[in-house]
């Protein structure tokens, strides 16, 4: 079960790193290179959205059925494991929530620059005539 959350951390340090390679000032061919390729490996990646979404809705179906320790029946162990699992799954939902936010800032981010590159370029073909 951990090899799943492991992968998704994996991500979002990958996309994480990629984000800030794409805000960092770099010269225009480096940035250009850099847009390319994310560009390209965008849509490889975007599986980890319904990836993501599954362990979303994993979490949550547990969340509904996972057995409450409330009670004075409960022993310390029992309470401590009970909480332990919460803030796991709360740990979880922020991998989760992390990696679709940062897929979906990345994609910004290339779209922006793209979209300046062809501002750009109009601007240079207005200017010659």
């Given at each position: 079960m951990a090899l799943q959350w492991m992968i998704l951390a994996c991500v979002v340090a990958a996309?994480?790193?990629?984000?800030?390679?794409?805000?960092l000032p770099a010269p225009r061919a480096v940035r250009k290179q850099i847009?390319?390729?994310t560009s390209m490996l965008l849509q490889?990646?975007?599986?980890?959205?319904?990836?993501?979404a599954f362990q979303l809705l994993d979490i949550y179906?547990?969340?509904e059925h996972r057995l409450m320790c409330t009670s004075e029946i409960c022993t310390a162990d029992e309470r401590i494991r009970f909480e332990k699992s919460i803030f796991k799954a709360q740990?979880?939902?922020?991998?989760?929530?992390?990696a679709c936010l940062l897929y979906w800032c990345i994609f910004?981010?290339?779209k922006y620059?793209?979209?300046?590159?062809a501002l750009?370029?109009?601007?240079?073909?207005?200017?010659?005539?």
């Open positions: 996309e994480a790193a990629v984000a800030v390679m794409l805000t847009v390319g390729v490889p990646f975007a599986g980890i959205l319904p990836f993501a179906w547990k969340n740990r979880n939902v922020i991998l989760c929530v992390s910004l981010i290339c620059n793209k979209d300046i590159k750009e370029e109009t601007e240079k073909h207005l200017k010659e005539e």
